[in-house]
């Protein structure tokens, strides 16, 4: 709620003790006096808290050993002493999460997957059988926000390989490790301008940056080489599971073994960064390819993904488990290279028309972080003539021109896209505030810039005030006759049914009283 600090006379935000009791017969809907465990998880799905949320493992236990059979029912004392002051729970049901009105951003979301359901064009990759193999057709999306809410749709549960998706994530173990100095001497960080597996290196003999292929197979050399093979393997599963909550990810040994066979390109990469030099010393050629094309077979789900790619989004802090998983300064490195390389030689187009960092994958993974709101993960196997997933991308225009996402939205602000941090009605009810508090001020300027916001001149407070009110109650003759140009309405009446000429009156305003006493003549002529 905002109100006005008298001292300063700018609107201060005032908190609010949100009434438990309230909250607890919004769940209680037939208010029967008590809720059921799923009512309660229902209630927190809606807002993106799923029931095997890791933070709620408290209430699971505390209501097992409270009550038990199939009738359990949760008294208001029970919630009030040993749920709500979950803090998940609270900051869900006061909506205080990052996107507080989840179920209207979601709906959204699958409206623009349907969308683009309907996008069958492109062709999924067939240099290896086992991708040739994949039913094209599949296509799913997961969301989590920074406050780990959660949202599975499609084949979301289904298991694709990372293959390039695996890249940043190598890169953010091996910056971790070494430092950004150490990992940069290896390997560069400018886009490449070429293909994702071309035979090039940079100036000085390096790969270009570690999103191509040459690359990532620097960043497996630098991977923990003091671990024996089995161990640095599982080093990496370990982190995707880390990354993603706790969901195990798998293996695909098959498309190992047909990546492994047809590895030809990659070999040749390996050797010609051997040539010059570019490996750290005592790297074995063999087992860090073998190494890179068994993290290119790792298998997750698309909501696996997208708990990874919240954990970027929230500067390496896991969401849902606390964990700091990666320095918060390997992460803004790695998204500087996702933003610049992420996207095969699509990556300058997408970073100026989509904007937002993304990583895609030949198997049709995409993993796109909107920094400090959410990670995505799209999987679509149809690719386009980048390697990059049809439907992937698709979704992402799409996204970016209903949603600010795009990383430089906040310098044009011109109201059209939706920002789903806002709560609901927030952004409705702050223009209409600030409309008529310039009003009152006379701050002409603010009313034609919320104007071409699309801030409607006749909208009106809880108490049917409208900025004519306001301007003819200060006696802001100017901005009267500005919104009276505009076509805004002289005869509104508020809740006490004063319209502004009684302002203007009640405040011996001639000039505006003459001048609503000429427009109502002129009208009624
Ligand atoms: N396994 C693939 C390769 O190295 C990765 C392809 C990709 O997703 O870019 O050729």
Redesign the pocket.
Known sequence: MKTIDNNTKTPVKVRLKPDVKALFSIIDSNNSGYITPDQLWQSLEKRGILRTDYRLRNIHKNLSSTSSGSEKKISLKQFEESIYPNTIVKKALTGDLIISDFSSFTQDMCAIFKETKKNSNGKV?D?IPQLARVDADKFGFSVCTVDGQSFNYGDAKELFCL???CKPINYCIVHDALGEEKVHQHIGREPSGRS??EMALNKDGLPHNPLI?SG?IMSCALLKPELDMSDRFDHVLKTWEDLSGGIKPSFNNSVYLS?RKT?D??FALAYFMSESDAFPENTNLVETLEF??QC?SIEVTASAMANAASTLANGGMQPQTGQQIFDPNTVKNCLSLMNSCGM?DFSGEFSFTIGFPAK????GALLIVIPNVMGIAIWSPRLDEH?NSVRGVEFCKKLTEQFNFHNYDNLVNNGSKKDPRKRKFETKIDNVLALIWAAAQGDLDEVKRLEALGVDLNAADYDGRTAMHLAASEGELEVVRYLVSKKAKISLKDRWGTVPLKDAERGNYEEIVSFFKQRMLRVNA
């Open positions: 990759a240099y293959q390039s998706s994702f597996n292929n990532a990546e590895a390109r990659n890179y094309f290119c095969y895609s994958g030949v198997s390697g």
